[in-house]
């Protein structure tokens, strides 16, 4: 099997576990048991995204729970949702995007996944 073969094999092992990691945090954790042995690079990544836009999205979400204007709500929620729809979208389509703005910065803080 030639590098381009076993690429596109990669992906398809990956992909039910990829689109998993999108799946709040209960699709992370599961997804990373789904690939805890099988080490999946195409699955990696997207769980590193996925971990990524989870913790963002709690992190900002704590720190504007503290303000009551619903502008900043209603941007928060699309904001999300966007980068998330971009996510699950990729990882159903096979590729190995990055999440725009933040994508790169989580695979180099998730090194380990």
Known sequence: MNEVEQGKSDIEQ??????????LIIGVLIALSMNAETKNKFASFHIKQAVGLNLT???????????????????FWVFFTVLWVFGILSAIKGEIKPIPLVGNLYQKLFKSF
């Open 57 to 75: 999205f709690i992190s900002i979400g704590l720190l504007i729970s503290n303000f009551s204007n619903t502008q900043i709500y209603v941007s």
């Open 14 to 23: 990956g992909k039910i576990t990829a689109i998993t990691s999108y799946i």
